[in-house]
């Protein structure tokens, strides 16, 4: 139940950070992507305004034995770059260029009664599905 | 065309890392999208209300924004439909290839200084330059 309710106000904390940071827009995410066009850079101060927190506060939380609610960190045990991440990330890219949409933004795109969201979260699901089922679920 | 909009990104950056944060520490999960929405479906069942309860959290807080600045997110209309679909797809498919999204490589792994996650990123962010750069200015097609 804690983790549920906490799990809940992340959600809406990372809801307002993508709507008030312009993810929401994929005509945005799309002139952030054409450097060669009309380029804008203000989706890196998304990250520039994410990494920093995330990194100093990252540290001090895995120095502690367990999370505060969960009797384990879990974390990807993965340690070296292999051709399924690369692969599988340049296809995400070109999946992000096509539409401008990565998968927050698709699904706090609801919250805005977009129907690119629909869109964008069913065919995000058929590409999970067709995944999981050719590769068996990670 | 879209406007510059350096201070509210890095207000909403600065939440994005901050929910983050918290659900590392309290839950001791990472705040990866792709990876959440896909455990929906095919984690154990008891493992499946939280990630319910995160992605009903992203939809409730792009709304309370947009009740509290109305007009601040206007939603896109009339882009082609066959590129939605296509990308959709292949960004579903490509995430969980890569066992990650820009949430949990580009800010959760980066933060974690996993070189994994680094290499995703760049990735993302190359071939979708290059697709941006093809559909736009070579096919002439999106917006």
Request: with cysteine; aromatic share 10%; hydrophobic share 55%.
């Amino acid at each position: 139940m804690k983790q549920t309710l906490l799990a809940l106000i992340c959600g809406v904390l990372f809801g307002v950070g993508l709507a008030l940071s312009q993810m929401l827009n994929p005509n945005e995410v799309l002139d952030f992507l054409d450097i060669s066009g009309r380029w804008d850079a203000s989706l890196i101060f998304v990250m520039l305004g994410a990494l920093p927190v995330a990194m100093l506060a990252f540290k001090g939380v895995l120095k502690r034995p367990t999370p505060l609610f969960a009797g384990q960190f879990q974390l990807s045990t993965k340690q070296w770059v292999d051709k399924p991440l690369l692969l599988g990330s340049a296809i995400f890219g070109v999946g992000w260029g096509l539409g401008g949409y990565c998968p927050g933004p698709a699904v706090a795109g609801l919250g805005l009664l977009s129907q690119e969201s629909v869109i964008m979260v069913l065919a995000i699901y058929a590409g999970i599905a067709v995944y999981n089922r050719w590769f068996g679920q990670p | 065309m879209t406007n510059f909009t350096p201070y509210s990104a890095l207000a909403g950056g600065a939440l994005i890392g901050i929910s983050a944060v918290l659900l590392l520490l309290f839950n001791g999960r990472i705040a990866g999208v792709s990876g959440i929405m896909s455990g929906l479906f095919y984690a154990p069942k008891t493992d499946r209300l939280w990630r319910l309860a995160f992605l009903l959290g992203l939809v409730l807080g792009a709304a309370l924004l947009q009740q509290l600045w109305p007009g601040f997110n206007v939603p896109r209309q009339h882009y082609p439909l066959p590129l939605l679909i296509i990308g959709g797809f292949l960004v579903g498919f490509g995430a969980r290839m890569a066992n990650g999204c820009i949430s949990g490589h580009g800010i959760c792994g980066l933060a974690n200084g996993s070189l994994r996650s680094l290499s995703a990123t760049l990735m993302f962010m190359a071939a979708g330059m290059v697709t941006v750069y093809v559909i736009r200015h070579v096919l002439g097609l999106g917006a």
